[in-house]
Each structure stands twice: as structure tokens, then as C-alpha cells.
């Protein structure tokens, strides 16, 4: 670690389906944040942790902030909110190719009430032609005082170490703390439950994705032969929801279970036996019990 070592976590806070998990997982150089282009993919706080020589970077990934139709839609807007004077800066995402939207004026007032440097992240710049975000740039100007707008394509990574620099100069000199070969601060049994969750998201249409969680029953070495046996139960509110995740002769389970098991071998780096159940819990988003049952604690934040 060198002298003047700087330090600091960092929130990413925008509309639903801006980038934030794109970026993060560009930053850390890994996959820890799933990724969909459905909204409000994100559920909890995920923390990524980038270090180099000078510096360690926390970046906090947050839900989407949204108007809450059910306590799992609270839940998610509260995560974002609380971790606005948590932190050293907040990183404000917008999609250049949407532009304004009703949802980034909620998230401005809510941006009035944060002492800490607020940078406009104008993402997805690949998609658009530079002729629009000169109009774009102007437009958020007017609505807060941003310490620096910056344009970059997470996809891509236009930009992203120009925005690393400029991150590194506005953090406190501090410690170290994580080790710098960890990327994340969730334990395993999470980001494998989010992976088993994205394939089902990638997979599904209408209103499936939002309705289920993936609870991990079990991690244990496979006593038969080498690798992990993993249990997981794929929670739905529906009947219904539960035939169309099993599939046509178990096809679809199937599906979710091959595509998780690459990720989840590529996390563990060791081969991985994936056992998956569906369950049925009969509106759950709007259960708290349930919602602490499936990791969905407010106390956490």
C-alpha cells in the first residue's frame, strides 16, 4: 500500500435499467451484479470493491429508484435512499439514449438533501450520436449542481477509467478495507442465488421475473466425486408461474439450471452439481416474514 492511499465508497443511484449493474461488474473486472434489460432487476445493495495500487474504490450498486407498488418495491427504494449520506460521492446514472424522465426528477429532490459530491453519469453513450448529449448535458446542468457530468458506454468501456481517475481525486486518504484480490463483500451463497435469479429473469416473460426469489437450501462438498451439490428453491407467488418455470417435461428448469451453473462454477472454480426446486408462496413480495426469510432485510441498511 502507498503513501497518501485514498479510500471511499461510492453509490450508484438512477431510474431502473440505466447500467449501474453494467458498470459495476466493468469496474470490478468480474461478474457480481446480474444483469437484464427488465427494471428493477437489482433487489439489494451490492457492494463491488475495486483496488489498485493507490487506491481502494467500494462501489454500492443500488435498486432502481421507483414509484413502490408492494413492501418488496419499498424495500428496494429504501436500500437506494439510506445509502445516499453513507458514503464518500454518488454517482448519478441517466441512459442516453432515454433521456429525462419522470423518475430522475424524484431522484433529484432526493439528491437536494446529500452533502456529498454528486457526479451525472450520462451511460450508453454507443447508443446515441454525439449531436444529443451537448442538449442532454445542458437539460440536467439546469437541475443541480453536479461536481463534473461525465459520458461513458459501461458496455463498452468508453470513458470508465476517465471516470476512475476523476473518482480517485475527490476520495479522503484512508485505509484499506478489504483485501485487494476480494471484489465483492457478499458471500457466495448470495451472488449464487442472484445468478440462479438472472437466468430465470433471461428466460421468462411478463410477470415471472418479478414474482420470484431463489433461497439456497444447501452448499456441501459432493461426497461421490469431486465439486460442489448445491440445493436451491426458486420461489413463485402462483401456481402458474410454477408450470411455466418447471417447463414442458422439465425443460425450462432444466434451461435455468445449465446456463447458473456456468457462473456459478466460474465463481467457485470447481465443478458444481445444481439441484433446483420450485416452490410456491402465495404473495410473498407483500409479506415481511418472507421478505426476511429471502434476504430482504431492512435492519441490513
Known amino acids: 500500500m502507498t503513501e497518501n492511499f485514498k479510500s471511499g465508497f461510492i453509490t ?3 431510474r431502473p435499467n440505466v ?7 466493468r469496474v470490478i473486472g468480474e461478474k457480481i451484479a446480474i444483469m437484464s434489460d427488465k427494471p428493477q432487476t437489482t433487489r439489494n445493495k451490492i ?34 435512499e439510506n445509502t445516499l449520506n453513507e458514503v464518500d460521492a454518488v454517482l448519478f446514472m441517466i441512459n442516453a439514449e432515454e433521456g429525462y424522465g419522470r423518475g430522475d426528477q424524484f431522484i433529484i429532490d432526493r439528491l437536494q438533501r446529500v452533502n456529498q459530491p454528486v457526479f451525472l453519469i450520462i451511460n450508453k453513450i454507443d447508443r446515441v450520436h454525439p449531436d444529443k448529449l451537448l442538449p442532454l448535458i445542458e437539460q440536467y446542468k439546469d437541475m443541480y449542481d453536479f461536481e463534473e457530468i461525465i459520458p461513458i458506454s459501461a458496455l463498452e468501456g468508453n470513458n470508465v477509467n476517465h471516470l476512475l481517475g476523476v ?3 475527490h476520495l479522503p486518504e484512508g ?6 484480490d476480494q471484489i465483492t463483500d457478499h458471500p457466495e451463497r448470495f451472488v449464487i442465488s ?12 411478463e410477470e415471472i421475473p418479478h414474482s420470484i ?18 440445493q436451491a428453491a426458486i420461489i413463485v407467488e402462483r401456481k402458474s408461474q410454477k408450470g411455466i418455470i418447471i417447463g414442458k417435461q422439465g425443460s425450462m428448469l432444466k434451461e435455468v439450471g445449465k446456463r447458473a451453473r456456468k457462473d456459478i462454477e466460474s465463481l467457485l472454480g470447481s465443478k ?14 407483500n409479506k415481511q416474514i418472507q421478505l426476511s426469510d429471502f434476504g430482504y432485510r431492512d435492519d441490513e441498511y
Open 12 to 14: 450508484i443511484v438512477g
Open 19 to 25: 447500467g449501474k449493474s453494467t458498470f459495476m461488474n
Open 213 to 230: 426469489a431463489v433461497v439456497i437450501e444447501g452448499i456441501k462438498p459432493r461426497e461421490d466425486a469431486p465439486g460442489v451439490y448445491i
Open 47 to 80: 457492494q463491488g470493491v475495486y483496488t489498485d495500487e493507490e487506491s481502494q474504490m467500494v462501489f454500492i450498486d443500488t435498486p432502481g429508484i421507483h414509484k413502490p407498488k408492494h413492501k418488496l418495491g419499498d424495500f428496494m427504494v429504501n436500500t437506494a
Open 167 to 169: 473518482l480517485k481525486s
Open 175 to 180: 485505509p484499506q478495507f478489504y483485501p485487494e
Open 194 to 205: 442472484e445468478f440462479i435469479r438472472e437466468k430465470v429473469l433471461h428466460l421468462t416473460r
Open 272 to 285: 458444481v452439481y445444481l439441484e433446483l426446486w420450485v416452490k410456491v408462496q402465495k404473495d410473498w413480495r
